[in-house]
């Protein structure tokens, strides 16, 4: 196994990043639905209609997963944090602080 360096100041930033991405994926997926509801209602018929609603349902699916997703990946970062300091307070590492 390799070590591990853990820069606090990197994690803070990728908590950073990561609630930035968040937040664009649910804007972008309420635009996907927004605009959905709007083709769907509008006075527009024929193939093109169909394909295109088709094409935007695929969109919102798609940023409704990968938001799915991301928010476990938040999450694993913001666990970072709390593993951190669970280390400072291991056995472990009282020991080593001791020699």
Known sequence: MGNVKIKASKVAEAKAQ???VEDSLR??????????????SAKWDGKT???????????????????SRYKKQRKALQKLSEF???????????????L
């Open 18 to 20: 990561a609630k930035i």
């Open 27 to 40: 804007e972008t997926q309420k635009k996907c639905s927004d605009l959905t509801s709007y083709v769907a």
């Open 49 to 67: 209609r169909d394909s295109f609603l088709t094409y935007i349902e695929l969109i919102e699916k798609y940023h409704k997963e990968v938001k």
């Open 84 to 98: 951190e300091a669970d280390f400072e307070e291991s056995s472990q590492v009282r020991e080593v602080k001791r």
